[in-house]
């Protein structure tokens, strides 16, 4: 998820029907610019080695389920777009989906030149960089694991996530080291509030980790990607992977 706007001012994007390694990349209506989605760089066109970047912010895959139950006052994109029938927007577990075979298979659609086997291609990772450090973290770690504090780029940062869906957000936590406040039972949500070592319960918002004994006291969070495994590898060569104790 990026900021649409291009040296401040506003603009929108679309699908160019290109790819680069197996990646989307679109193009923005103000200067017909080519961009690549996984970095936000403009490619080809005006922009290109411009030095622009867009903004980068958090993004969350989970179910419409867990979100309503955090935020019952959202609103909803509507399905009646005008392109397709809402019948055709199917998700994507359906076998009718347009995208079923893809995301049921192990296999990329396209070559992919650059991969690693310490994963397996399809396998979904939480992506984060800070500084010029990169990691990948797996979800199905992150499932089992619920709370995750670790280190990155000589950043600690903590790693919260669902055990029911691929729900996982990150959050800068300084010198902090943070536990769930709550039980933890199979199949549970994302925890809503975390302890920290010094006995402090801290709320978990979108945005930050806010401190109940002092709410101006907030870490923010950090912007993540879900990607692919050999998604998140081709641009982060260079990664970590998270590797749960004991594991």
Do not use: C
Request: glycine share 8%; net charge negative; aromatic share 12%.
């Amino acid at each position: 998820m990026y900021s649409a706007k291009i040296n401040g001012e506003p603009t929108t994007f679309g699908t160019s029907g290109l790819l680069y390694r197996s990646n989307k990349v679109m193009y923005d209506r103000a200067t017909l610019s080519l961009w690549h989605q996984f970095t936000g760089e403009p490619i080809i066109g005006p922009l290109a080695d411009s030095g622009i970047r867009l903004p980068f912010f958090p993004v969350i895959l989970t179910t419409w389920g867990e979100w309503l139950a955090e935020h019952s006052d959202t609103t909803v994109l509507s399905l009646q777009t005008g392109v397709f029938l809402p019948g055709l927007y199917r998700p994507e577990e359906d076998k009718r989906a347009a995208y079923n075979d893809y995301f049921s298979s192990p296999d990329t659609m396209f070559p992919v030149w650059l991969r690693s086997d310490a994963l397996e291609t399809k396998e979904v990772v939480l992506g984060l960089t800070v500084g010029d450090a990169s990691k990948a973290y797996p979800v199905a770690a992150l499932q089992s694991e619920r709370v995750v504090n670790d280190v990155l780029g000589g950043t600690g940062l903590v790693v919260i996530a669902s055990s029911i869906s691929e729900a996982a957000r990150a959050y800068e936590r300084g010198e902090r080291r943070f536990a769930s406040a709550g039980d933890d039972p199979a199949g549970a949500e994302a925890p809503a509030a975390l302890v920290d070592s010094d006995g402090v319960v801290w709320e978990v918002t979108e945005d930050y980790l806010v401190s109940s004994a002092d709410s101006t006291q907030r870490l923010r969070r950090l912007p993540s990607h879900m990607s692919f495994w050999f998604g998140w590898y081709q641009f982060h060569p260079d990664t970590e992977i998270f590797v749960p104790d004991g594991n």
